[in-house]
């Protein structure tokens, strides 16, 4: 009994899936590999998150300093540290030919770090799953940078105007005689000083605000009564 002959196009079929269930296929792999890839990216975004919980995420500067990595107390401190020669700069206030100086700590500066630090902290953790995925994958950054403003309380800039005007301020003396040694002397007539210290304390603090560290004192002259003109 003879065999029946296969032709070609049988022989073909048999050999090679159909077109379509061969993409199906390839699909299927290229799907399962992604699949794959996705839970590896995923696992490692996972880690990644972990590691920075309670952390700053990498690419953050605040006043100038590199906080990546850390968390609120170690970014506070380095923060304050590298800000402490702003803490010590002076500050002056002139009148006329005179000037006083003091520290911008010596006026009750403040500065303002925690805020800082907490709005880094904030933003790190409400980054998105996406965008920490790209941080990892890729070695993207955060990009966050924030300033630190350094707050004067008008308590303190007052307390610093009071202390000039304490040294400063002094009672118009009237020209008089005095005859109490046996001599005849004469005591010249001298202008008083009183300082205005709300006045002065406000133009202080407003250029403070304004990034200034210099101001002038608002003196008010006080005109005596009495004279040398009266003994003449």
């Known amino acids: 009994m003879g065999t029946t002959p296969i032709s070609e196009d049988a022989a073909t079929k048999r050999r090679f899936p159909r077109p379509g269930k061969r993409a199906a296929i390839i699909l299927a792999v290229i799907g399962g590999l992604a699949v794959l890839g996705i839970g590896g990216v995923s696992y490692a975004t996972y880690d990644y998150s972990n590691d920075y919980e309670g952390r700053i995420l990498p690419g953050a500067e605040i006043a100038g300093v590199d ?24 500050v002056t206030i002139t009148w006329e030919d005179k000037t ?56 303190g800039v007052r307390a610093f105007v009071a202390g000039i005007a304490s040294d400063f301020a002094r009672e118009p003396r009237d020209a008089s005689v005095d005859y109490s040694s046996g001599w005849v002397k004469f005591l010249e007539a001298q202008q008083g000083r009183e300082v205005r210290i709300e006045k002065s304390a406000r133009a202080l603090a407003a250029a403070l605000r304004s990034g200034s560290s210099a101001s002038q004192l608002s003196v008010e002259t006080i005109e005596p009564e009495v004279t040398e003109g009266t003994y003449e």
Not at 67 to 90: F, K, N, P, W, Y
């Open 67 to 90: 906080v990546s990595g850390m968390t609120r107390r170690q970014a506070i401190s380095a923060v304050r540290g590298a800000m402490s020669d702003q803490m010590d700069e002076l």
């Open 100 to 155: 006083w100086e003091g520290t911008r700590a010596d006026l009750g500066a403040r500065l303002d770090v925690k805020t800082a630090v907490q709005a880094a902290l904030s933003a790190s953790s409400e980054t998105s799953f996406m965008k920490k995925a790209q941080m990892r994958v890729f070695g993207d950054e955060f990009d966050f940078s924030r300033a630190v403003a350094i707050r004067y309380p008008m308590s």
